[in-house]
């Protein structure tokens, strides 16, 4: 059997034929369906865990066991989890573990590009890339034969493309693996100096062994056809190599790390010239310059943004430059915004008039920094809200500016990292104000659940970690929850607290409008009485994608189709211009 | 044959993504090599949506680069103007007669182009424009514009048989949309 199947589906179908026992993810394009398609298999125990590192850990508790489990998370999940990545270098693994980093060149959705095939030479271990989905599932499998041969972790690593492109892939049966069980061992799993020493000798000679298996590795192979020009390549780049020089040599790599250091030197020996195609890092240009190999890379392939066809094309001279028709530049953009009767907009409205200071964080509500919110100052990563607010409290009081600072984070965000900035700001002191945007999901990357829904991943109920009782356990005084729809109680609860002259935390609650029980409620639409619409544009300045304004009428207009009645245009309008319809 | 290349482009929420799973599935039960592209996560929020699709007998990149593709369908008008330049010179653009407002424009900050069409069609001579939203409003369910576009796509296309379209749209649906999808399908394909 055979079907079209994205990289990340494929991934799934993977760990499934492999026999794995066990996975655990948090949720961040493009890595999030992974998890949610390995749950689809019922014979894998799938979980959501709170972050990256959370999920990785647990995945080596599983391993421990003797289970094979995967881990998978996108690129700047792998940070948060790099110490646990780091110390499980050295333990290795009974249990076979893969753990799948999902990279996003260009930035599709993340705040970075980072190349996290640097994680792979930094931690010792070896590393697999797929350039498409068949090889993202046959070499899942594989990487799970390797991890328990090698007694090591194995990284899997995709990118953006290869995570959101389908292709075909040829099915296979699920593989029976018997759980291997639980011994104890502490010379290998309890990583004290002292076995840590010897440990690191064994990731050395580990190391050796697996240059050899490069070497050796069936997915690690030549294709000689003109041997003027050799290219060298690996994941999604191989695709797009293929199609701008087809009558090349090729070397395409698929185990990346430890590279195959004599099929490089055989290679660069029957070839003339050799050109490295590889985006974002020179990894395999730095790796293969430093084997005293002369090769050509970013002199001609840009480390900036997503590779594609045309720009390796242009960059290796087999096109010109193309010149654009000059009327896509009419094409008035189309930037994402925060959706009708979304839940945030109405804390975000009042930032704004409150002209506060707002350190933001990662989700959706980031957008409420464009205008007309514009409602927000910084983003750095997950949970940072709360302890860059902390530290540019300190940084105002000492400066005497008495500017007020809020920070604001999603429901999945604050579990995720958000709960220790929280400590952080009562025990040393912080007068400063937190807005946890509870819409009762992991909104940005497609609702899935977290320990807020009261629901898991496999669809069980789950107990509720509330957040109300979480943060006044915790020891803060001030604690008001508020329904985002009633804008002049948001209006004065984000007043009074940021003006407070001692911590509190606002809950800012209401199930995000996309969710399926929230589609099914009735409610009213609201219109704009054109007779009483004076044109002065408040209602346009809430930033609802259903709202827009006739500038040659004067007059707004609500599109009936995009009104979910949240009612916030009829709340701020102040000549009754706006009734239900 | 050499690769065919299409383009789906449009908003979120306008059914890309399906339609260019349909596309797929049916030319991969056509006996093609498939790739396709698509775009997730931020554009979900009413930015736009791009999908690429690529068959033939060999298919390498799911990436279609400037002045390759043989067939755009643009969903609404703007996106017809923002994909131009990866059309080929005798490609075909079909266009859906929609205009959603993009939120700058919906804010009064920027302007609708005056005349997207227009301005595509002193550029490519193969322009059709479909008024899919009023074909799905006459069968009683809006939601199925996308499936006519995609009938319509699928008589331009020539590569596949019509009976792979209708096992795909039987496989993909749910039972009770099916029916309609399959009258918006044949709609679209037997518009002039």
């Given at each position: 059997?055979?079907?079209?199947?994205?990289?990340?589906?494929?991934v799934?179908?993977?760990?499934?034929?492999?026999?794995?026992h066990?996975?655990?993810?948090?949720?961040?394009?493009?890595?999030?369906e992974?998890?949610?398609?390995?749950?689809?298999?019922?014979?894998i125990?799938?979980?959501?865990?709170v972050?990256?590192?959370?999920?990785?850990?647990t995945a080596?508790?599983?391993?421990?066991?003797?289970m094979?489990?995967?881990?998978?998370?996108?690129?700047?999940?792998?940070?948060?989890?790099?110490?646990?990545?780091?110390?499980?270098g050295?333990?290795g693994?009974?249990g076979?573990?893969?753990?799948?980093?999902?990279?996003d060149?260009?930035?599709?959705?993340?705040?970075?590009?980072?190349?996290?095939?640097?994680y792979?030479?930094a931690?010792k271990?070896?590393?697999?890339?797929?350039?498409?989905?068949?090889?993202?599932?046959?070499?899942?499998k594989i990487?799970?034969?390797?991890?328990?041969?090698?007694?090591?972790?194995?990284?899997?690593?995709?990118?953006?493309?290869i995570?959101?492109?389908?292709?075909?892939?040829?099915?296979?049966?699920?593989?029976?693996?018997p759980i291997?069980?639980?011994?104890?061992?502490?010379?290998?799993?309890?990583?004290?100096?002292?076995?840590?020493?010897?440990?690191?000798k064994?990731v050395?000679?580990r190391?050796?062994?697996?240059?050899?298996?490069?070497?050796?590795?069936k997915?690690?192979f030549?294709?000689?056809?003109?041997?003027?020009?050799?290219?060298?390549?690996?994941?999604i780049?191989?695709?797009y190599a293929?199609?701008?020089?087809?009558?090349?040599?090729?070397?395409?790599?698929?185990?990346?790390?430890?590279l195959?250091?004599?099929?490089?030197?055989?290679?660069?020996?029957?070839?003339?010239?050799?050109?490295i195609?590889?985006?974002?890092?020179?990894?395999?240009?730095?790796?293969?310059?430093?084997?005293?190999?002369?090769?050509?890379?970013?002199?001609l392939?840009?480390?900036?943004?997503?590779?594609?066809?045309?720009i390796?094309?242009?960059?290796?001279?087999?096109?010109?430059?193309y010149?654009?028709?000059?009327?896509?530049?009419?094409?008035?953009?189309?930037?994402?915004?925060?959706?009708p009767?979304?839940?945030?907009?109405?804390?975000?409205?009042?930032?704004?008039k409150?002209k506060?200071?707002?350190?933001?964080?990662i989700?959706?509500y980031?957008?409420?920094?464009?205008?007309?919110?514009?409602?927000?100052?910084?983003?750095v990563?997950?949970?940072?809200s709360?302890?860059?607010?902390?530290?540019l409290?300190?940084?105002l009081?000492?400066?005497?500016?008495?500017?007020?600072?809020?920070a604001?984070i999603g429901?999945?965000?604050?579990?995720?990292?958000?709960?220790?900035?929280?400590?952080d700001?009562?025990?040393?002191?912080?007068?400063?104000?937190?807005?946890?945007l509870?819409?009762?999901?992991?909104?940005?990357?497609?609702?899935?659940?977290?320990?807020?829904t009261?629901?898991?991943?496999?669809?069980?109920?789950?107990?509720?970690?509330?957040?109300?009782?979480?943060?006044?356990?915790?020891?803060?005084k001030?604690?008001?929850?508020?329904?985002?729809y009633?804008?002049?109680e948001?209006?004065?609860?984000?007043?009074?607290e940021?003006?407070?002259?001692?911590?509190?935390v606002?809950i800012?609650?209401?199930?995000?409008?996309?969710?399926?029980?929230?589609?099914?409620?009735?409610?009213?639409?609201?219109?704009?009485?054109?007779?009483?619409?004076?044109?002065?544009q408040?209602?346009?300045?809430?930033?609802?994608p259903a709202?827009?304004?006739d500038?040659?009428?004067?007059?707004?207009?609500?599109n009936?189709?995009?009104?979910?009645?949240?009612s916030l245009?009829?709340?701020?309008?102040?000549?009754?211009a706006?009734?239900?319809v | 044959?050499?690769?065919?290349?299409v383009?789906?482009?449009g908003?979120?929420?306008?059914?890309?993504?399906?339609a260019s799973?349909?596309?797929?599935?049916a030319?991969?039960?056509?006996?093609?090599?498939?790739?396709?592209?698509e775009?997730?996560?931020?554009?979900q929020?009413?930015?736009?949506?791009?999908?690429?699709?690529?068959?033939?007998e060999?298919?390498y990149?799911?990436?279609?680069?400037?002045n390759?593709?043989d067939?755009?369908l643009a969903?609404?008008?703007?996106?017809?103007l923002?994909?131009?330049?990866?059309?080929?010179?005798d490609?075909?653009?079909?266009i859906?007669?929609?205009?959603?407002l993009?939120?700058?424009?919906?804010?009064?900050?920027?302007d609708?182009?005056?005349d997207?069409?227009g301005?595509?069609?002193?550029?490519?001579?193969?322009t059709?424009?479909?008024?899919?939203?009023?074909?799905a409003?006459?069968?009683?369910n809006?939601?199925?514009?996308?499936?006519?576009?995609?009938?319509f796509?699928?008589?331009?296309?020539?590569?596949?048989e019509?009976?792979?379209?209708?096992?795909?749209?039987k496989?993909?649906?749910?039972?009770?949309?099916f029916?309609v999808?399959?009258?918006?399908?044949?709609?679209?394909?037997?518009?002039?």
């Amino acid at each position: 059997m055979k079907e079209l199947l994205s990289g990340n589906e494929a991934v799934a179908r993977g760990a499934f034929e492999a026999g794995v026992h066990f996975a655990s993810a948090y949720p961040g394009t493009p890595s999030t369906e992974i998890l949610e398609n390995v749950a689809k298999y019922k014979e894998i125990h799938s979980q959501w865990s709170v972050n990256e590192k959370t999920a990785l850990e647990t995945a080596i508790g599983a391993s421990f066991g003797g289970m094979r489990a995967i881990v998978a998370m996108k690129h700047v999940g792998l940070n948060v989890a790099a110490d646990p990545l780091f110390s499980v270098g050295y333990i290795g693994a009974k249990g076979g573990l893969v753990i799948v980093t999902a990279d996003d060149p260009g930035m599709h959705s993340s705040q970075n590009e980072q190349d996290n095939r640097n994680y792979a030479r930094a931690a010792k271990i070896p590393m697999l890339e797929p350039s498409d989905s068949q090889e993202a599932k046959d070499f899942t499998k594989i990487a799970f034969t390797i991890s328990e041969e090698f007694d090591t972790p194995v990284l899997l690593r995709l990118t953006t493309r290869i995570s959101h492109s389908k292709s075909i892939v040829q099915f296979n049966d699920r593989e029976v693996v018997p759980i291997k069980g639980y011994e104890k061992d502490i010379r290998k799993n309890l990583i004290l100096p002292a076995h840590a020493r010897l440990l690191h000798k064994k990731v050395e000679e580990r190391f050796k062994k697996l240059k050899e298996l490069s070497n050796d590795f069936k997915y690690n192979f030549i294709e000689y056809k003109d041997k003027k020009v050799g290219i060298i390549t690996s994941g999604i780049s191989y695709q797009y190599a293929k199609e701008a020089m087809p009558d090349a040599s090729f070397l395409k790599i698929s185990l990346s790390w430890p590279l195959p250091e004599e099929l490089i030197r055989e290679f660069a020996k029957n070839v003339q010239v050799i050109y490295i195609v590889e985006e974002n890092d020179p990894f395999l240009e730095t790796e293969i310059k430093a084997m005293g190999i002369d090769v050509v890379g970013k002199e001609l392939i840009p480390e900036v943004g997503e590779l594609n066809p045309y720009i390796v094309k242009v960059s290796l001279g087999v096109i010109q430059p193309y010149t654009p028709k000059q009327i896509e530049t009419k094409a008035t953009p189309r930037p994402p915004a925060l959706c009708p009767g979304c839940p945030h907009t109405s804390v975000f409205y009042a930032i704004n008039k409150n002209k506060l200071i707002a350190t933001g964080d990662i989700g959706c509500y980031t957008l409420g920094a464009l205008p007309p919110l514009s409602a927000m100052d910084t983003c750095v990563d997950m949970g940072a809200s709360i302890t860059n607010a902390l530290g540019l409290e300190y940084a105002l009081k000492k400066a005497g500016d008495n500017r007020k600072i809020v920070a604001v984070i999603g429901d999945s965000t604050f579990y995720h990292s958000g709960v220790t900035g929280i400590i952080d700001m009562i025990y040393n002191g912080s007068k400063g104000t937190v807005i946890i945007l509870d819409n009762s999901i992991t909104a940005m990357t497609g609702h899935q659940d977290n320990p807020g829904t009261g629901r898991t991943l496999m669809g069980d109920e789950a107990p509720i970690v509330d957040i109300e009782n979480l943060v006044r356990g915790l020891g803060v005084k001030h604690v008001k929850v508020v329904d985002t729809y009633n804008l002049e109680e948001v209006m004065q609860t984000v007043k009074e607290e940021s003006e407070r002259d001692e911590l509190s935390v606002i809950i800012a609650r209401r199930p995000c409008m996309l969710l399926p029980e929230m589609k099914k409620k009735k409610f009213d639409k609201y219109e704009v009485d054109e007779t009483k619409c004076t044109g002065c544009q408040m209602c346009v300045k809430i930033g609802c994608p259903a709202i827009s304004f006739d500038k040659n009428k004067k007059k707004a207009n609500i599109n009936y189709d995009l009104c979910v009645g949240c009612s916030l245009c009829y709340q701020v309008c102040k000549f009754d211009a706006i009734k239900k319809v | 044959m050499e690769n065919k290349r299409v383009i789906i482009a449009g908003v979120g929420g306008q059914g890309i993504l399906l339609a260019s799973d349909l596309l797929s599935d049916a030319l991969m039960k056509a006996g093609f090599d498939v790739k396709k592209s698509e775009v997730h996560g931020m554009s979900q929020r009413g930015g736009d949506v791009v999908s690429h699709i690529v068959f033939g007998e060999k298919v390498y990149s799911p990436l279609i680069s400037f002045n390759e593709a043989d067939v755009i369908l643009a969903f609404e008008k703007i996106e017809s103007l923002r994909n131009i330049d990866f059309l080929k010179d005798d490609g075909i653009m079909i266009i859906n007669s929609t205009s959603i407002l993009p939120l700058p424009v919906a804010a009064g900050l920027m302007d609708y182009p005056e005349d997207p069409i227009g301005e595509v069609k002193k550029f490519v001579k193969n322009t059709y424009v479909v008024d899919a939203e009023k074909i799905a409003k006459e069968l009683g369910n809006r939601k199925v514009m996308n499936v006519v576009l995609l009938g319509f796509l699928a008589k331009n296309l020539k590569d596949i048989e019509k009976r792979y379209w209708e096992e795909s749209l039987k496989e993909r649906l749910p039972e009770k949309i099916f029916e309609v999808n399959l009258q918006a399908f044949n709609r679209g394909y037997n518009l002039e």
